[in-house]
């Protein structure tokens, strides 16, 4: 059984401006980690396809896939909002990003690889039924937790997002769909300020406040999270993987350090490894200081390949 690393070149090609956090640099950021620590290596490499049409209108119905359609622009760039733009490239990138999740998802299922990373942009976690926001088009995670839950042994989900943003766009497509757990720890009060106090049993939230340290986010994913997954008790696991809670990046102020990000691997592994047969799947969202992004996916891929 394999570890698999999913990502695709034409994700860089999507650039929202040379000053805009959510870079092409990214994933180089981290490709250039994993393989100068010998990691890649010792991956299952693939290459994705672009989602299809039919496949989007499983989490975000046809007038929002022709809204954003239109909005793309032939040159320069067009807005979503003010955070999020869009060049002639973005659609193409986002279907790349959606589809290695669905590869992804298609992989552990079919018995192929135990676990995978898909190392993709744009992220997804912001992106709401009908609404593009926070540098999110389309909802990786909820994607593929659609896909997963067409799969006959698939009855109960888990989706466990460590983003120093809340994942709003995730709560809102499953926030009446008790069928998966959604687990968000972030920032707290922090953007993007939406459904961050919504009361459902199978949506837990995990705020914390700035200058948050490790002990203390060690602590709160460890009294909200782990009694929430013995209780639901997933048939597989995905993880939005936000790097941006730790204390180098630009655009939050948790001080996680590098390890913490290999803890809280470790620990979704172990509830894989009890509850969903192993079958875990982790897809980027944000982190925005380059050389931590890179050492905190080393730390994070590194508890993949452990975990099998």
């Known amino acids: 059984m394999t570890t698999a690393y999913i990502s695709h070149n034409d994700c860089a090609l999507h650039d929202m401006g040379a000053s805009h956090p ?59 909002d003010p955070d999020t ?67 006959s042994d698939i009855e109960r989900v888990a989706v466990l997002d460590f983003d120093v943003h809340h994942g709003n766009g995730t709560v809102d497509i499953f926030k009446d769909r008790p069928e998966v757990l959604v687990c968000s720890s972030f920032q707290y009060p922090f953007y993007p300020f939406r459904y961050q106090d919504i009361q459902r049993s199978h949506i837990v939230h995990t705020p914390l406040p700035a200058g948050t340290v490790s002990s203390a986010f060690r602590q709160a994913i460890e009294r909200d999270w782990l009694p929430a997954l013995a209780r639901h008790r997933p048939d597989m696991i995905f993880i939005s993987a936000g790097f941006d809670a730790h204390r180098a990046d630009p655009l939050g102020q948790l ?54």
């Open 85 to 151: 733009a869009l060049n002639p490239h973005s659609l193409h990138a986002a279907r790349l990003a959606a589809g290695a999740v669905l590869l992804g998802t298609e992989r552990i299922l079919g018995g192929s690889c135990q676990n995978a990373f898909c190392a993709v942009r744009p992220p997804g976690h912001h992106a709401e039924q009908v609404s593009a926001m926070g540098f999110c088009l389309f909802n990786n995670v909820a994607l593929g937790v659609e896909w997963a839950l067409q799969h």
């Open 22 to 80: 959510e870079s092409p640099q990214r994933l180089q950021a981290i490709s250039a980690r994993l393989s100068d620590s010998g990691l890649l290596q010792r991956l299952d490499c693939l290459t994705p396809a672009p989602i299809q049409r039919e496949q989007l209108a499983l989490a975000h119905p046809e007038p929002y896939i022709r809204e954003l359609e239109a909005l793309q622009p032939r040159r320069g760039h067009s807005y979503a």
């Open 255 to 308: 001080q996680l350090e590098d390890e913490d990000f290999h803890w809280i691997t470790g620990l979704i592994g172990e509830a894989a490894n009890r509850y969903a047969g192993a079958r875990l799947l982790s897809v980027l969202e944000g982190g925005y200081d380059l050389p931590a992004l890179g050492r905190c996916a080393e730390a994070h891929v590194k508890a993949l390949l452990e975990a099998r």
